[in-house]
């Protein structure tokens, strides 16, 4: 579908966030789903596969979706070149976002730009009544955006840092591992060693963990197999299956 550009800024070096007018994605989406963006401009094929990327906020009322973005490649490098009005073509919403868990303290744990899905999924625990804890992690204090995004929602938030320039000095695991008690549900996304240290984590103090995978993808919609990720009872599609599955059902690992 066509969506319109109203807004893409910059928000650190690298670092943007995309708002679009799509009211039929913003009525549907769920957290931790995600859009599949035509990145080529108009008339060109490349790249040729669209790119994903996870709903970051969400606006039904004003028609809107927010995707925060890091260029990494020539598909993000054009993204950062749109401007208000320009038409984006993409598909969804897509795949199976986390499921709310109630009862427990929710904890948002997000690595880099694994961040992007969490704000929305923290908008949804507090129209729950929940107070999520949100801890995220960057390399450099240069790269912290959207923590604030979380602080106005009223959720408790920390930060580490590695290069110590901001919050903690260390990585977000060891922050979750100075707060995690059985009383906690875990929602996590960002990179793999990340949430494998986390797995090993909440099952040690007995709290649920979600995580969000990434991987390359070719079609977005089940098709391709492009996506398949290794778990104890076979392959799964993570464009359908996940990208968020419970921590469990998927080898972390490897
Ligand atoms: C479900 C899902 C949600 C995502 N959400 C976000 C998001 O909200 N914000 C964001 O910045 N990024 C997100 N990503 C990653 C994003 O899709 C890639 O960064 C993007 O496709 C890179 O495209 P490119 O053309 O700029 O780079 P390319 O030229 O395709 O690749 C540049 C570099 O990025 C790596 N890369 C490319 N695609 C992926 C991928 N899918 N996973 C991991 N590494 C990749 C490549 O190995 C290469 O090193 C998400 C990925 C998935 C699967
Ligand atoms: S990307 Fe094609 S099956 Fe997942």
Redesign the pocket.
């Given at each position: 579908m066509l969506t319109t550009v109203r807004k893409n800024t910059m928000l650190a070096d690298g670092i943007y966030r995309l708002i679009l007018s799509a009211p039929q994605v913003a009525a549907d989406a769920e957290p931790g789903q995600?859009v599949h963006v035509q990145?080529a401009p108009q008339m060109s094929r490349d790249?040729f596969l669209r790119?994903?990327?996870?709903i970051?906020e969400c606006s039904p009322q004003e028609g809107t979706i927010a995707?925060?973005?890091?260029?990494?490649?020539?598909?993000?490098?054009l993204l950062s070149h749109l401007q208000p009005g320009d038409e984006v073509d993409l598909l969804g919403p897509l795949?199976r976002g986390f499921t709310l868990v109630p009862g427990r303290r929710p904890v948002l744990v997000g690595g880099g730009?694994g961040l992007?899905?969490l704000l929305f999924l923290a908008r949804r625990l507090r129209e729950a009544g929940q107070r999520p804890a949100v801890l995220v992690g960057f390399r450099r204090g240069r790269d912290v955006v959207a923590s604030e995004d979380f602080a106005a929602l009223g959720c408790q938030v920390e930060i580490a840092t590695e290069d110590g320039s901001v919050g903690f000095r260390g990585v977000v695991t060891t922050l979750l591992e100075k707060h995690l008690s059985s009383e906690d549900a875990v929602y996590a996304c960002g990179p793999r060693p990340m949430l494998s240290a986390l797995k090993d984590a909440c099952q040690q103090a007995g709290a649920p963990l979600q995580v969000s995978l990434?991987?390359?993808?070719g079609c977005g919609i089940g098709a391709c197999l492009g996506c398949a990720c290794p778990t104890p009872n076979g392959y799964v599609r993570?464009c359908t299956e996940g990208?968020v599955f419970w921590a469990e059902e998927v080898d972390l690992h490897g």
């Open positions: 995600f990145t790249p790119r994903p990327l996870s970051h995707l925060l973005y890091e260029v990494v490649g020539r598909g993000t490098h795949g730009m992007a899905p990434e991987e390359r993808m993570v990208p």
